[in-house]
């Protein structure tokens, strides 16, 4: 009874902007679309790439953790990014991350292993259409060509002046996700709006 209360009165740090996003969009007349994901879990986890709980964590997930730098693993609606050569970051639905912890730390066992739930750290923008790469190129010092950074890649990056992790979807036209703390989560939205003005209706 106490988490339907207390998610009953969680506030998503973007609800101000869902308005003024949407608006944005019908804008741009289809060559973006700019919207919020709020709440999803968010799970970071730190353990040794090589040892046995690798294994054991991707088998209890359904999902290997990638180990190539800087992409992205996603199966049964969940989705892995390498965030370092130990560390991944797993992003799901909402709700899901007391389920994710416990089952890591289960497959794990004795082994070192490192769970810390952060989806209160940061919200997701959804930024696609067609026009959503030179959209963030404008801010993103990263070389964001599909050659270079296409579907299935991830980075820690900033945009505009905010720290980010920058994920583009499994299909182009997917778009990308922007995973921005909250507290910045305003000034980049602010931004991304601005920076749309661009592709709007003349």
């Known amino acids: 009874m106490a988490d339907t ?3 009953a009165q969680h506030r998503s740090p973007l609800a101000d902007a869902t308005d003024r996003l949407a608006a944005a969009t019908r804008s741009c007349a289809g060559a973006l679309r700019l919207a919020e994901l709020p709440f999803l879990a968010q799970v970071n986890v730190r353990l040794d790439a090589k040892g046995a709980a690798a294994d ?3 088998l209890a997930l359904d999902l290997a953790l990638p180990l190539e730098p800087n992409t992205v693993v996603r199966a049964g ?3 892995a990014l390498w965030l370092g050569p130990d560390e991944w970051l797993l992003v799901g639905r909402p709700g899901i991350q007391r389920d994710l912890e416990s089952r890591i730390r289960s497959a794990a066992a004795d082994e070192p292993v490192s769970v810390t739930d952060v ?3 940061r919200t997701t923008l959804l930024v696609s259409g067609p026009r959503a790469r030179d959209l963030l190129a404008h801010g993103c010092p990263l070389d964001l060509h599909p050659r270079v950074f296409g579907p299935g890649r991830c980075a820690q990056t900033t945009l505009g002046r905010a720290q980010a992790v920058l994920v583009s979807r499994d299909e182009p036209r997917a778009g990308f996700w922007v995973l921005v703390r909250s507290s910045f989560a305003g000034y980049l939205t602010d931004w991304l709006l601005d920076a749309a003005t661009e592709y709007a209706w003349s």
């Open 119 to 121: 989806s209160a750290q």
């Open 5 to 7: 209360a207390l998610t």
């Open 77 to 79: 609606g969940l989705t």
């Open 56 to 58: 054991a964590v991707g």
